[in-house]
């Protein structure tokens, strides 16, 4: 039993080689590891394979910065503020990226195989749709299923009766173990613990499906706070292999308790990516422009972030204004 | 009480509001409502308040019955998890309910659909060639497929109702079955899973719903729209053989809840 090492923003970059496979906290533009997606653009990472349950804005940057040649998941957008992807749309009607696209159910019970150290999970959900129509595998006709890559499974799915109890056939989905697990959490202990203050997406399997696990945390603190409610814990510490203390590392994404998503920001930046150049102009302004997280968020400023600031009794920002009235 | 329900008059509501009380009026008294993002919140909220006082509402980052204070702009937000019964993850919505076969009704959108209730919301046009694409499934093919009710809420247009949606997203009455790829009922295709399907679609202009065949028809059409109007927005032979009259009106009452109690801020309402 090992306890995760501290380390910085840079050195968790570093853990990312080019061409791995790696996956995320978070969910759609919540607790999404930013700052760390931000430290690999400006690292110049390639060909990432990026297995996700849901996409969001922190893979939309990898992608919009050209660090991906592989996407596989069920979703891409920032919800009602900004419906799609959209450089991953620009890189899919471009030709530029292998897309495979799941159902929500499917990453889920793929990614919980993984965490459990089995070879497939079975089930029924979306039977009958072109996710599962051969033609569209991408992956196949690229020849990536020729067993000589071993994070890309020889089938994307096979049908199998019950052998049991005579039930219909259902879909066998392969696991997926990814190399490296980019995890946001609002609290870590110092030997390790992690909790998370809301709803737990699918965070606990993200960092059991995975080989490396980095995790980077709003705070450390004592283990024995976390430990005195073990209820309330997501992982333990001997399960992380690296620690990185970055508060807001999740902005622009929210973190419950801590700050509300910044719809402003994301609208802004969905608005403004249509293009390559503007994405490009983006990256510049708010990615490259900045040295480091701490000019990031001066570049914010407080008013901004105080606005975000979550109320400790309800989770979320209760002075934001969201709507129109 | 009945005597004392006052509708509105055409002029008296937006289009937003009369799509929450038509939605709204879909859920039943004791439903476990799986939703998406946005006018489902609107809808799920009204019925609570209404003729559905025990449904309760599941969204797919991980929230159990939730009692928002607020309306959540997001299904990952903390708003949602306020009061609720559980605050798990994904997993426990896709398979401790949905696959489990808890979830009575979903509330799902899409870009387009065909006359059997296939719903596209990944691609427009070869999906490895696209001209456009969109958020992709999500939850919304899971809920579709298990649901034993789903409700889409879509706009109304001849470029959306298609004879054949580009990419089937989510699964209709009439299905493929992979790998082959021979058409065949759902029935047939999910087998002993079997537990539902697309039970309404509800747009800006109308109603629709689906026959013992699977297949869409007219139900009611809104105040201030005919049957034509309808017909030449949809692009396929649309069976108007069973109109039974026009939508109601959203009530007094609702716009009252919808504007003052559920969406005060103005975030999915005008």
């Known amino acids: 039993m090992s306890q995760p090492k501290k380390i910085t923003l840079k050195e968790a970059g570093a853990l990312v080689h080019d061409g791995d496979q790696i996956t995320f906290s978070g969910f759609t533009i919540w607790r999404r590891p ?14 990432l394979h990026l297995f996700e ?16 040649k592989i996407w596989e998941g069920a979703w891409m957008g920032q919800e009602m503020l900004g419906k799609i992807g959209e450089n991953l749309a620009r890189k899919q009607i471009a030709g530029e990226i292998l897309v495979d696209d799941y159902s929500h159910g499917h990453t889920a019970g793929r990614l919980m195989a993984g965490a459990l150290g089995l070879p497939f999970f079975p089930c029924a959900l979306a039977m009958g749709t072109d996710i599962f129509n051969p033609e569209y595998d991408q992956l196949a006709k690229a020849g990536l299923r020729d067993g000589k890559h071993p994070k890309i499974p020889a089938q994307k799915y096979v ?43 699918n965070d606990a399997e993200v960092i059991k499906a995975s080989k490396t696990v980095i995790v980077i945390c709003e705070e450390i603190v004592p283990d024995s706070y976390l430990r005195a409610d073990p209820t309330a814990n997501l992982a333990s510490g001997y399960e992380i292999d690296y620690i990185v203390e970055c508060p807001w590392a999740a902005h622009p994404t929210g973190s419950q308790f801590y700050y509300d998503a910044d719809a402003t920001f994301l609208k802004e930046y969905n608005r403004n990516v249509r293009s390559q150049e503007s994405f490009d102009a983006f990256a510049q302004e708010w990615i490259f422009g900045v040295d480091c ?13 105080e606005e975000l600031r979550a109320s400790q009794v309800m989770g979320y920002s209760t002075h934001l204004k969201r709507g129109k009235r | 009480m009945a005597d ?12 937003m509001d009369l799509l929450a009380a038509a939605a709204a009026r879909e859920v039943c008294d004791g439903d476990v409502v799986f939703a998406g993002t946005g006018l489902p919140m609107l809808a799920i909220a009204l019925a609570q308040k209404e003729q559905a006082p025990s449904a309760v509402c599941i969204y797919e980052a991980g929230s159990i019955d939730g009692r928002p204070l607020d309306i959540p702009t997001s299904v990952g937000d903390a708003r949602c998890a306020y009061q609720a019964s559980k605050a798990s993850g994904l997993f426990e919505a896709f398979y401790g309910q949905l696959h489990a076969g808890y979830v009575d009704l979903g509330f799902l959108g899409g870009a387009e659909i065909d006359k059997y209730g296939n719903v596209n919301c990944t691609v427009i046009g070869d999906y490895n060639h696209p001209i456009k694409r969109f958020t992709g499934s999500g939850g919304n093919s899971d809920i579709c497929s298990f649901a034993k009710r789903t409700v889409f809420i879509m706009v109304q247009e001849k470029r959306r109702f ?9 699964p209709g009455w009439r299905i493929k079955k992979w790998p082959s790829g021979e058409w065949a009922s759902k029935q047939e295709v999910y087998g ?10 509800i747009t800006d202009m109308a109603v629709f719903r689906f026959d013992d065949t699977g297949e869409m028809y007219l139900d009611t059409v809104h105040p ?39 969406d005060p801020e103005g975030i999915f309402l005008p």
Do not use: W
């Open chain 1, 159 to 201: 049908m199998a009766a019950d052998p049991f109890f005579g039930r219909s056939e259902c879909i066998l989905l392969p696991a997926v173990n990814p190399d490296v697990a980019l995890v946001y959490a609002p609290l870590v202990g110092d030997e390790g613990t992690v909790r998370v203050l809301s709803q737990s997406y």
């Open chain 2, 224 to 262: 201030g729209f005919t049957v034509q109007d309808v017909i030449d927005n949809v692009g396929f032979t649309l069976n108007v053989s069973r109109v039974s009259g026009t939508t109601l009106p959203p009530t007094k009452k609702q716009i009252e809840l919808l504007y003052h109690t559920i």
């Open chain 1, 53 to 68: 349950v849901q996409g969001g804005y922190h893979s939309d940057l990898l992608i919009g910065a050209g660090c991906v």
């Open chain 1, 34 to 47: 930013v700052a760390l997606c931000y430290e690999l653009i400006r690292q110049g990472k390639k060909d």
């Open chain 2, 4 to 15: 004392s329900i006052e509708y509105c008059k055409i002029g008296e509501f937006k289009p």
């Open chain 1, 293 to 305: 997280h701490e000019e990031y968020l001066e570049k914010l400023g407080v008013g901004r972030l």
């Open chain 2, 162 to 170: 298609k004879e054949h949606v580009d990419y089937i997203t989510s």
């Open chain 2, 192 to 201: 002993s899973y079997f537990k539902g399907g697309v039970s309404a679609v």
